[in-house]
């Protein structure tokens, strides 16, 4: 991409950027002690599936080797906020690209950064890292870009944001990063914030959008960008729904009906999310699909299948949420510290096993053995559904 840095600057300034000051989020006294003790711990079970029995997937790749496949949602880009080095980030990259998964959408900010200039930067260096590795790396922002850049067989990148705090409570924010890369977007990260509440809201406080968030739905609309409810409230994800003219998506929500977990989404939530005619995407965190964190082909395919027997097979997807077990281990210093942010009774700082991206393969034949789905279902689950939704509101 030409000129990136000067495009973005000249974007930066041109454009108002009303900042709101946000609270920071509060922390907990905890030791470094008992920090790395329960680190230690959570270590040892990241590990979901043995190295041979990922060596059997090669076998379903052939099988569907012609499908686009898609994982909707893998946390941290190349000198972005997680904190990989780029090395680490495209190591971890590899374990898609390796694997016959055709593209990812990795997520550039979460609602902890607030100032549009700071993700302005993280996107100019993975916008300028892929451009520079193009031989590797294909971003994609139309469906014709996907299906042309899958005939090549290149690795297809684009982005997405967990929470709107990046917008700076400025809706002109969602056309300036609509037009840098940003295909979709959710509300909150778990803590209420100017556009709604957020997922991590108490059982008696379930709130919605606010008028500022029923706007920014309808700006997102009229952009193209995604409206995701993953992370914000049950009743957030209902009014975007009910406000949305167009279909949207839980990138990487599980099936409250399947594991009684208030990070996960309940029936209504996800009929809302389907009536739209969006998708329902799966991740691959064990401590959000069962109380013993197991995230087995067997625990995923559980959840999947839910979705296709309470609203259709044609809703369900797959958004991993994969963060190397290394980054995720180093990430509990601060998701430990700070349970408003990550509420230790959704799952956050949990024991969980971690499944990677490539995993959905091991889904598969769960899925056709022993839930029976055909091929059709197999082909909209692993990237057809999205691509529907993807058609319906990008521009």
């Known amino acids: 991409m030409k000129n990136l840095q000067k495009n973005i600057i000249a974007i930066a300034l041109s454009t108002a ?25 959570l270590q040892k079970m990241t590990e979901a599936r043995p190295g041979d029995e990922r060596a059997a997937d090669k076998a379903v790749h052939e099988r569907y080797k012609d499908a ?21 980030w495209e190591a971890m990259a590899g374990k898609s690209r390796d694997n016959n998964i055709d593209f990812v959408s990795y997520t550039a900010a979460i609602d902890d950064t607030f100032d549009p200039l700071i993700i302005m930067d993280w996107i100019a260096q993975a916008r300028i890292f892929w451009d520079k590795n193009s031989d590797k790396y294909q971003v994609v922002e139309t469906v014709d870009d996907i299906r042309a850049a899958h005939k090549s067989g290149k690795f297809m990148v684009n982005i997405n944001f967990q929470g709107s705090n990046a917008l700076g409570g400025n809706l002109n924010m969602v056309e300036t990063y ?47 960008m995604i409206v995701d409810c993953t992370h914000s409230s049950n009743r957030t994800c209902l009014d975007a729904a009910a406000a949305s ?138 990237g057809e559904n999205l691509m529907r939704v993807y058609k319906a509101n990008w521009r």
């Open 178 to 224: 609509y037009k840098l890369g940003v295909r979709s977007m959710n509300f909150a990260y778990n803590v209420r914030n100017h556009m709604s509440d957020g997922g991590g809201v108490a059982s008696d406080r379930d709130g919605g959008l606010s008028k500022a968030g029923i706007r920014l739905v309808a700006e997102m609309n009229r952009v193209g």
């Open 245 to 382: 003219t167009k279909p949207i998506i839980l990138s990487h929500s599980n099936a409250y009906g399947t594991y009684a977990l208030p990070r996960n989404s309940p029936d209504d939530v996800i009929k809302a999310v389907a009536k739209t005619g969006g998708a329902i995407c799966a991740n691959g965190l064990g401590g959000f699909h069962n109380k013993q964190g197991f995230a087995g082909p067997e625990d995923l395919a559980k959840t999947i299948n839910y979705v296709k027997e309470l609203v259709g097979a044609k809703h369900t997807c797959w958004g991993s949420d994969y963060v190397d077990p290394i980054v995720y281990v180093n990430a509990l210093d601060f998701v430990l510290r700070n349970p408003e942010s990550f509420p230790p009774e959704l799952g956050y700082g949990s024991p969980t096993e971690i499944a990677e991206p490539a995993d959905v393969w091991g889904v598969v034949p769960v899925l056709e053995d022993k839930y029976g789905w055909t091929e059709q279902e197999i082909i909209g689950f692993l």
């Open 17 to 41: 950027i009303a900042t709101i000051a946000f609270a920071p989020t509060s922390a907990i006294a905890i030791t470094d002690a008992e920090v790395a003790e329960k680190k230690a711990y």
């Open 68 to 88: 686009i496949v898609i994982d909707q949602l893998v946390p941290g880009t190349p000198g972005g906020y997680v904190g990989q080095s780029t090395a680490d």
